[in-house]
């Protein structure tokens, strides 16, 4: 029911590692993450992450796997 209160909007964030979380946008980017250019209230942004972040491990780990193999 929390989601339903929360009429704040987020941005969805992104690090190095291509990790993905949600940020407030009247706050400031915490360091190390950047705007990935999408905008909506929580359950929104949150839906979008469930879409696009496909493979949740970290890049460098993803990359060493692959020239591993």
């Known amino acids: 029911m929390k989601d339903l209160e ?3 909007r987020y941005h969805v ?3 190095d590692e ?3 979380s949600i940020w407030p946008i009247e706050g ?3 360091f190390g993450w950047q ?3 999408f905008v909506g209230d929580r359950v929104s942004c949150l839906s979008h ?3 696009v972040w496909a493979d949740m491990r970290p ?3 993803r990359e060493w796997l692959a020239v591993a193999s």
Do not use: F
Request: no cysteine; net charge negative.
């Open 18 to 20: 291509e990790q993905y």
């Open 28 to 30: 400031d980017m915490p």
């Open 35 to 37: 705007a990935t250019g």
């Open 6 to 8: 929360d009429k704040r």
């Open 49 to 51: 992450i469930d879409e």
């Open 13 to 15: 964030v992104m690090n």
């Open 59 to 61: 890049r460098s780990v």
